[in-house]
């Protein structure tokens, strides 16, 4: 038997009712998915916030390190913790800042 691409019982046979299956299929718009302020960061600032949040990683590690004296192990595990903390609740503050702005703004648009 000879077992070519091109026979009906080859395991990898392709038919071609198959390949325009795929076509016939409707494409998928691409939906802007609607981000959560209150928990994520603009997809705009996402580098920003990474890098502040390894600095802060940074610092405190060093904090630690040097200055506190604590081992090393420690001393990253704590900083990670320290930095990722600040860095979100910093956000979480400027975020709801943010939006306290646009309401004060908002009900004094209302108010005039």
């Not at 916030?49 to 001393?75: D, E, G, N």
Request: net charge positive.
């Amino acid at each position: 038997m000879d077992f070519s691409l091109s026979h009906p019982t080859s395991p990898i046979y392709l038919s071609s009712d198959f390949v325009n299956l795929r076509r016939r299929r409707p494409q998928r718009q691409e939906e802007e998915v609607p981000i959560n302020y209150k928990s994520a960061v603009r997809r705009r600032f996402v580098w920003v916030y990474a890098s502040i949040q390894f600095a802060l990683v940074v610092l405190f590690a060093h904090i630690f390190y040097s200055l506190v004296r604590v081992q090393a192990v420690l001393s990253v595990i704590l900083a990670t913790f320290a930095g990722f903390g600040v860095a979100m609740s910093a956000s979480s503050l400027i975020i709801e800042l943010s939006e306290m702005e646009k309401m004060v703004c908002s009900v004094r648009a209302i108010s005039w």
